[in-house]
């Protein structure tokens, strides 16, 4: 089974700031890997997928990168409405597509 | 409009059943794989089960293996996931999850709690 870590567990920020979140997964995924926004009290949201391309409706301020075993999350500058958790998910391991833990971004 | 309406949550006993519904719409159901995923109170995102478009491949999560069963009636739009067996852990917000290569289109969930 391919375990993914997210870091940091939580990311203090202020709006307007630049958010770098890590995702590590533990043997190669290629770059089957997507980002979700998961608000409390809803259902999560595409963001990217295939490590860097945005979902329709994403706007431009977040970003994806990386291949293989490590991936980065990108957003260029905190708007309110993004401060949220992010989850990571692998597609390489078909059809168990595991979640990382998590990283919560809050304000700080 | 893609929408995906999940029923079938509440409380219920150790040892218990309960079976969920997912009504799908604003799409060609048929065309699509499925999955549940669940998240427990706090925690993150569980993948549970995948159902392909025509049911000729069905997976499940080790954790519900042998207790769930994942089916999908393409002439009702729907998916279904008959839980039995169950355990304190499974209590979480169930939600049902369109695999358009990702998982592009979420319901709102429904929760599930299972206590004495």
């Known amino acids: 089974e391919i375990v993914l870590t997210q870091s940091p567990a939580t990311l203090s920020l202020s709006p307007g700031e630049r958010a770098t979140l890590s995702c590590r997964a533990s043997q190669s995924v290629s770059s089957y890997l997507a980002w979700y926004q998961q608000k409390p009290g809803q259902a999560p949201r595409l963001l990217i997928y295939?490590?860097?391309n945005r979902a329709t409706g994403i706007p431009a301020r977040f970003s994806g990168s990386g291949s293989g075993t490590d991936f980065t999350l990108t957003i260029s500058s905190l708007e309110p409405e993004d401060f949220a958790v992010y989850y990571c998910?692998?597609?390489?391991?078909?059809?168990?597509?595991?979640f990382g833990p998590g990283t919560k971004v809050d304000i700080k | 409009e893609v929408q995906l309406v999940e029923s079938g949550g509440g409380l219920v006993k150790p040892g218990g059943s309960l079976r969920l519904s997912c009504a799908a719409s604003?799409?060609?159901?048929?065309?699509?794989?499925m999955n549940w995923v669940r998240q427990a109170p706090g925690k993150g995102l569980e993948w549970v089960s995948s159902?392909?478009?025509?049911?000729?491949?069905?997976y499940y999560a080790d954790s519900v293996k042998g207790r769930f069963t994942i089916s999908r009636d393409n002439a009702k739009n729907s998916l279904y996931l008959q839980m039995n067996s169950l355990r304190a852990e499974d209590t979480a917000v169930y939600y049902c999850?369109?695999?358009?290569?990702?998982?592009?289109?979420w319901g709102q969930g429904t929760l599930v709690t299972v206590s004495s």
């Open positions: 998910q692998q597609r390489s391991n078909w059809p168990i597509f595991t």
């Open positions: 295939d490590a860097s």
């Open positions: 604003g799409f060609t159901f048929s065309s699509y794989s």
């Open positions: 999850a369109r695999d358009g290569y990702n998982y592009d289109y």
């Open positions: 159902i392909s478009s025509s049911s000729s491949y069905i």
